[in-house]
């Protein structure tokens, strides 16, 4: 009963013996394959929205004008004035603060706003 059993595993050992060396093209060929379906997985999961995501943003900052609502870090002010690359943001009670645009995560325009407000319930 031994011996079957032994037989039955030696037998699939010596196939797969005989095919332990393959050429080496064929593992560059595989190698390349790989590396290249890991770029493409890459490019469509990774880099694509992350650009798509950053075009959106910076149109975003540069359609800003005074008088917008923005949201900085947690900050929330009103626009006063746009510079190169900073804003100043008119706070509670006539503070101001400069902000650089790059930190600005949300823009409400005034439109956006008086839209918003101009609808009421109905009684």
């Known amino acids: 009963m031994k011996r079957i059993y032994s037989l039955l595993f030696a037998l699939p050992v010596a196939v797969f013996a005989q095919d332990a060396a393959p050429s080496s093209q064929g593992n560059m060929m595989q190698t390349f394959i790989m590396i290249g379906l890991a770029l493409v997985f890459f490019y469509f999961i990774l880099w694509r929205p992350e650009q798509k995501r ?6 975003m900052r540069t359609a800003m004008k005074k008088g917008d609502r923005v949201t900085a870090m947690g900050i929330v ?3 006063d004035r746009i510079k190169d690359h900073s804003v100043i943001l008119k706070m509670v009670e006539g503070a101001k603060i400069e902000m650089l645009k790059a930190a600005i995560t949300e823009v409400q ?3 956006d706003e008086a839209s918003k407000t101009d609808i009421s319930p109905e009684s």
């Open 77 to 79: 002010g009103t626009i």
């Open 109 to 111: 325009s005034v439109s």
């Open 54 to 59: 950053r075009k959106a943003a910076e149109s």
